[in-house]
């Protein structure tokens, strides 16, 4: 098990906020570059194909704004929040006609007045979400009646393809916060990121507590050979968001 594998017992938002911070630029150019081929060619097109409708949007957890660019193309209106001051910096230079804020999803909901959206986007969200509780219910506030549209590392194999699963202090059934290189099929950034792996059975109870019915889920693999890894990589996911 490599020592670059730390798991922590708490973090703070502030501390995700400045990993990201620290990783927005060199991030957005190899997005831009094309060069993350599970974005490119797995993720972005199972959100796009999956926009159906909906004319309002709201990319939570935007980055740097390249998957809210294409959202632009084909929605109405799309507004992008993420807490990393520096991604939405980044964001507003490559996008100056879009719409971005820093903001943590709960904190925007809370500080709106009956906002409402058709539908809810969370690419490579809900794993990076400290409270799952409390950003579900966000979204269940934000997009009553409407959709969320979520991909997520896949936390049954997750582990494999970073190699933790053999560790010690891992256990599937329990929520864990992860710090590890951030890294793609294509780059290793050699700068640390946080996640936090839950059992897939808490992201389907937090959706149904929370009035999200789960409509959608799919296994998807990233574009490595099966020789290469043979599992699925991330999990999407598509949900109603019941009018309560």
Known sequence: MPQKITFFSRKT?????R??????????????????????????????????????????????????????????AVTGIDPSEES?????????????EVSTIENWAASRHDPRFDLVVANMVLM??????EVCASIATLARGGRLVATITHPAFWPIYWDYASAAEFNYS???????????????YSMNTTHIHRPLETYLETFRSSGLRLTRLDELRGPETVSTFPFPRFIGMEAVVEAR
């Open 13 to 17: 938002q502030e501390d995700l906020n």
């Open 19 to 76: 990993e990201w911070d620290k990783i927005a630029p060199i991030r957005d150019s190899q997005v831009a570059a094309e060069a993350d081929r599970s974005f490119n060619e797995v993720l972005e097109p199972w959100i796009l194909n999956r926009l159906n409708s909906a004319n309002t949007v709201l990319d939570a957890g935007c980055g740097t704004g390249r998957l809210t660019k294409s959202l632009r193309k084909l929605a109405t």
């Open 88 to 100: 939405v910096k980044i964001a507003r230079r490559n996008d100056p006609t879009g719409t971005y």
């Open 128 to 133: 990076d979400a400290l409270h799952l509780d």
């Open 174 to 188: 329990k929520e864990l916060i992860v710090q590890a290189p951030f890294k793609t099929s294509s780059l290793d």
